[in-house]
């Protein structure tokens, strides 16, 4: 049997470039999240303050994902159920999922944003540097979201796993820094727990690379019945 060349498995090279963005994507997530932590150590602000950033960052990643889900038109609803029932991968599932998934993701960062202002109201005269914070976070998941765009003009999204994890990446990271919030701290100890909430981010992208990689496996594997 001759050797498969790259050229010659049309799959190699999608995959091979999926990996070089997600490597690039960790990346700049590193880099975003020193630049806050370094904003942070900088301008003294104690963990709950750091929350604020966070938040919209949370808030940031699911907005983009409603857009991702809203404007889906070829993609695969395996797996997914609604009343017990599997659905087709139409465009009234896309929008219909994409309306769930807003009202489920923005009630619970209403809820959090209720508990923030409990535990960590919103500093006076840090709100330029929380919003240059918040935008760092942002232009990254901008990136992030134009090679999703890509990912899913491809057909290679599955809109259950679409609705499920974003909640993967941002829980992790969001225990991490609660704990941090109600510990209280500053200096060194906001330092260690922005570590911990960058490695809790990471740990949930792999997380949710992995699900979505599953799934695609999964997918690829359904034979084919053969035509009579």
């Known amino acids: 049997m001759m050797p498969t060349s790259p050229d010659s498995n049309p799959t190699v090279v999608p995959r091979?470039?999926?990996?070089?963005q997600d490597t690039a994507s960790l990346i700049a997530i590193i880099v975003a999240n020193a630049f806050v932590i370094g904003?942070?150590?900088i301008q003294h602000w104690p963990l709950g303050t750091l929350l604020w950033p966070y938040w919209i960052q949370s808030v940031v990643i699911g907005i983009f994902?409603?857009?991702?889900?809203?404007l889906l038109k070829n993609f695969s609803s395996a797996g997914m159920l609604v009343n017990g029932s599997s659905v087709s991968a139409t465009s009234a599932t896309a929008k219909f999922t994409a309306g769930f998934f807003a009202l489920h993701y923005g009630g619970f960062h209403l809820v959090y944003l209720f508990f923030l202002f409990a535990i960590a109201p919103f500093p006076h005269g840090q709100g330029l540097w929380i919003l240059l914070a918040a935008a760092t976070f942002g232009i990254g998941q901008y990136h992030a979201y134009r090679q999703h765009l890509i990912e899913d003009a491809r057909g290679e999204s599955n809109i259950g796993a679409l609705m499920a994890t974003?909640?993967?990446r941002i829980l992790p990271m969001h225990l991490v820094i609660m704990l941090g919030a109600i510990l209280r701290g500053s200096g060194w100890i906001l330092v260690l727990f922005g570590v911990l909430k960058t490695a809790a981010e990471i740990f949930g992208i792999r997380a949710e690379r992995k699900m979505l990689a599953k799934i695609k496996d999964a997918s690829e594997a359904v034979p084919v019945a053969p035509t009579p």
Do not use: E, V
């Open 65 to 70: 994902n409603f857009r991702r889900m809203w």
């Open 16 to 20: 091979a470039a999926a990996s070089a």
């Open 166 to 168: 974003p909640y993967l």
């Open 39 to 41: 904003i942070a150590f």
